[in-house]
């Protein structure tokens, strides 16, 4: 699996899933969303509101998904 990157180093792409990790280490799905005439970061966490970038400090790409035989 990837390693954590910082907000501040670098964003994913908008609409990407990701996991990001709060500042107190609370690990959620999330996805960046574009906020227009705002410089803000904010993140829609999977089944929650929306969330300023200020609270999440770290994101990595999702790992791959195993393959299943059936």
Request: aromatic letters at 8%; glycine letters at 6%; proline letters at 7%.
């Given at each position: 699996?990837s390693?954590?990157?910082?907000?501040?180093d670098?964003?994913?792409?908008?609409?990407?899933?990701?996991?990001t990790?709060?500042?107190?280490g609370l690990?959620v799905?999330?996805?960046?969303?574009?906020?227009?005439?705002?410089?803000e970061?904010y993140?829609?966490?999977?089944?929650?509101?929306c969330?300023s970038g200020?609270?999440?400090?770290?994101?990595?790409?999702?790992?791959?998904v195993p393959?299943?035989?059936?």
């Amino acid at each position: 699996m990837s390693d954590w990157i910082a907000i501040k180093d670098e964003l994913p792409e908008f609409y990407r899933r990701v996991l990001t990790v709060s500042k107190t280490g609370l690990i959620v799905m999330a996805h960046l969303v574009p906020e227009s005439g705002n410089q803000e970061k904010y993140f829609a966490m999977e089944g929650n509101a929306c969330s300023s970038g200020q609270h999440v400090s770290h994101w990595m790409p999702l790992p791959k998904v195993p393959e299943v035989q059936a």
